[in-house]
């Protein structure tokens, strides 16, 4: 079993030595990197904060994670809430949660 910080360098040196800005890792191949069966929250939670100012860890809905280079989300343009929701501070959270559901409905679709 590896610690949090051998296995947030390991995926570090592997996010740079591919030279790509994101990749995909399954559960799977995160099992056999950290030597651990299972996979918590906690342990995603521990090698993000290891790879802090380099890359990110997030969960995938499908399935796995996917590690991104903190360098690559350097250039993403900023969105102010009040250009795309301008009424945001009278919205309660039941509308919000109406409008998301009704948005995801609509994905679904």
């Known amino acids: 079993m590896r610690t949090y910080e051998h ?4 995926l570090i040196y592997m996010l740079k030595a591919s030279e790509k800005a994101r990749f ?8 056999s ?9 906690a342990l995603i939670k521990n090698i993000g ?6 890359a990110v860890i997030l969960p995938l ?7 991104v ?3 690559s989300l350097e250039g993403i343009a900023p969105l102010k809430i009040a250009d795309v929701i301008p009424n945001w501070r009278k919205l309660d959270i ?3 949660k109406d409008q998301v559901d009704a ?7």
Not at 24 to 31: G, P
Not at 49 to 54: I, R, S
Not at 61 to 67: A, E, H, L, S, T
């Open 61 to 67: 809905n499908r399935g796995g994670y996917v590690i």
């Open 103 to 109: 948005m995801e409905d609509e994905g679904d679709e």
């Open 69 to 71: 280079s903190q360098e």
């Open 49 to 54: 904060e290891w790879m802090e100012g380099t």
């Open 24 to 31: 995909r890792l399954s559960r799977k191949s995160l099992q």
């Open 7 to 10: 296995i947030a360098y390991l």
């Open 94 to 96: 039941e509308f919000l």
């Open 33 to 41: 990197i950290s030597g651990r069966s299972v996979i918590k929250s």
